[in-house]
């Protein structure tokens, strides 16, 4: 297992490309995702997208209620009307804290590191770092976002 270096910079390609589908749970899949869990982990955040690691993989860890848990091929099925605004941090763009208006509640699909496919209804913070993390695999990064006045509120932010 090692501490990946993290891919740093809006402008950096594989940050800004679609990831590719994930086709077999394999050893190398599962070995990549341990050493994303443990540079996620060291550097604090809520959660790390394979593209932040250099592997343009459709694959990401999210904290949700918080276990670092490993989202393979994740897709969104359903998002709420309802949104909310919380200021969000990237490990990708250090110093970049930024309002992001996002659904509070989704459904996810995904598969996990068994194989086995999962859905989940996911609010709130859970939602929110889940929603961060598929944007990376999509090559979008929060400054792409409209800009939102900061919000005076202070609520929990989080490196992601
Ligand atoms: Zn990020």
Redesign the pocket.
């Known amino acids: 297992m090692a501490v990946l270096p993290i891919v740093i910079g809006e402008n950096e390609p594989v940050l800004r490309k679609k990831t590719a589908t994930v086709p077999k749970v394999t050893k190398e899949i599962l070995r990549l995702l341990k050493d994303m869990d443990e540079t996620v982990r060291n550097a604090e ?1 809520a ?3 394979a593209p ?1 690691i250099g592997q343009s993989l459709r694959m990401c860890i999210a904290l949700i209620n918080g276990r670092y848990t490993p989202l393979i091929n994740p897709e969104i099925i359903w998002r709420s009307e309802e949104t909310d605004s919380m200021e ?6 250090p110093k970049v804290w930024l309002p992001i208006v996002r659904p509070v509640g989704i459904t996810l699909r995904y598969t996990d590191a068994k194989g086995t496919e999962q859905e989940r209804k996911l609010e709130n913070f859970n939602a929110r770092v889940v929603q ?2 598929l ?2 695999l999509d090559g979008i ?2 400054v792409d976002y409209p800009q939102q006045k900061p919000d005076a509120s202070h609520k929990e932010h989080a ?2």
């Open positions: 955040g959660g790390i997208a932040q969000e941090g990237c490990l990708s763009l961060h993390e944007d990376h990064l929060i490196k992601m």
